[in-house]
C-alpha cells in the first residue's frame, strides 16, 4: 500500500500549484495573453532540458539498453490504446473531426508534468531509465500520429518530429553512445531549470481551468466513457497482461502508471485555432487532468488488493 500513498501524496502536491495557478489567474497575477508564452517556455526550454537531463544523468549508454523492453512495453501500449480509442470513437457514431480529437485527448498521457514525479517519487533508482525510453516512443509517435489525428490533416507529415523534445532526446543520447559528461556545474544548472517544467507547468494547467471553465464538457457522454475506460479500466488491464512476463515489476508498474495518466497537455495546444473541436480539446484535457488525482489513486489501490492482495 506504499505506493498508494506515494502516488497520492505526489499529485495533492501536483494540484496544490495547480490551484495557486487558478488563484493567480482569478486575480489577474496571470493574464490571457500571458499563457501561450507561458507554454513556449515550458515546451520549447524546460521539457526538453528536463528530458535531456534525466538521460545524461545515467551517464551510460550500456545500462540505458538494459531497459529496452521498456520501449517496447511503451510501444505496444500506445498502439493498443490508438486501435481501441478508435473503435471507440466508431460505436460513439461521432463526427469525423470530433472523433479525432476524441482519440487525441485519450491516447496520449501526460507523461512530462504528472508522469515524471510520480515515476522518480515511485522508482528513484530506475526512473530516469524507463522515462527515457518511454519518451523516445512517446514523441515519436505524438509528433506523427498525434499531429495527424489532432491537426486535421490528411496525413502523417514526419517533419513534425523535427522540435525540442525530439531534438533534445536525440541529442541526449548522442551523447550518452560518446560517453560524454557533463561538468558538476553544468549538470546543476541544467537540472535546477529542468526541475522547474512541471511546477510551472501545473500553475499554467491552472491558470487555463480557470479561464477555460471545462465543466461544460461533461455534458459530452464521451468523456466519461474516456475518462473511465482510460484511466481505470485499461491500466489494470495492462497490469493483468504484463503480470506474467520475466520483467521487472518496477516495469510492470511503470507501464500501468503511464496508461492510468491522464490526457497530455500539448494535445489541446496542437489543434487549430480555427478547429471548431478547440474548446472539447482543452476542455476534455483539463477534465481529465483533474479527474486522475481520484482516479490514479485509485489504481493503484485496486491494483495492489487484486495482485498484492494488501
Known amino acids: 500500500m506504499q505506493e498508494f500513498y506515494i502516488v497520492l501524496n505526489q499529485l495533492t502536491q501536483l494540484f496544490i500549484i495547480f490551484g495557486i495557478g487558478a488563484i493567480a489567474m482569478r486575480n489577474n497575477i496571470l493574464t490571457v495573453e500571458a499563457l501561450p508564452h507561458i507554454s513556449k517556455l515550458i515546451t520549447r526550454v524546460l521539457l526538453p532540458i528536463f528530458i535531456s537531463i534525466n538521460i545524461l544523468k545515467e551517464g551510460s549508454l550500456t545500462k540505458l539498453l538494459e531497459y529496452r523492453p521498456m520501449f517496447i512495453l511503451a510501444v505496444g501500449s500506445y498502439l493498443s490504446l490508438a486501435v481501441i480509442f478508435y473503435l471507440v470513437s466508431k460505436m460513439l457514431h461521432k463526427d469525423w473531426e470530433h472523433s479525432r480529437i476524441f482519440q487525441g485527448v485519450f491516447v496520449f498521457s501526460n507523461i512530462g508534468f504528472i508522469g515524471f514525479p510520480i515515476f522518480f517519487s515511485l522508482y528513484p533508482q530506475d526512473g530516469p531509465l524507463y522515462i527515457a525510453w518511454i519518451s523516445v516512443a512517446d514523441q ?83 468523456i466519461y466513457v474516456g475518462i473511465f475506460l482510460k484511466m481505470i479500466i485499461l491500466p489494470l488491464v ?73
Open 140 to 222: 515519436a509517435l505524438l509528433w506523427t500520429y498525434g499531429v495527424y489525428l489532432t491537426s486535421g490533416a490528411a496525413k502523417f507529415n514526419f517533419k513534425q518530429m523535427i522540435n525540442p523534445s525530439t531534438c533534445a532526446l536525440l541529442f541526449s543520447l548522442i551523447l550518452l553512445a560518446l560517453d560524454f559528461k557533463l561538468s558538476p556545474l553544468l549538470y546543476k544548472t541544467f537540472w535546477s531549470l529542468g526541475c522547474t517544467a512541471t511546477p510551472l507547468c501545473m500553475i499554467y494547467m491552472g491558470a487555463m481551468f480557470y479561464h477555460a471553465k471545462p465543466f461544460w464538457v461533461l455534458r459530452s457522454f464521451d
Open 238 to 310: 495492462a497490469a493483468f497482461l504484463v503480470h506474467p512476463l520475466a520483467v521487472p515489476e518496477t516495469m510492470k508498474g511503470m507501464l500501468m502508471i503511464l496508461v492510468a495518466l491522464p490526457p497530455m497537455i500539448v494535445i489541446p495546444m496542437i489543434v487549430p485555432e480555427k478547429s471548431k473541436e478547440k474548446a472539447y480539446a482543452v476542455g476534455g484535457t483539463l477534465v481529465g487532468i483533474l479527474a486522475c488525482l481520484i482516479t490514479v489513486p485509485l489504481v493503484v489501490y485496486l491494483n495492489n488488493i487484486i495482485w498484492m492482495g494488501r
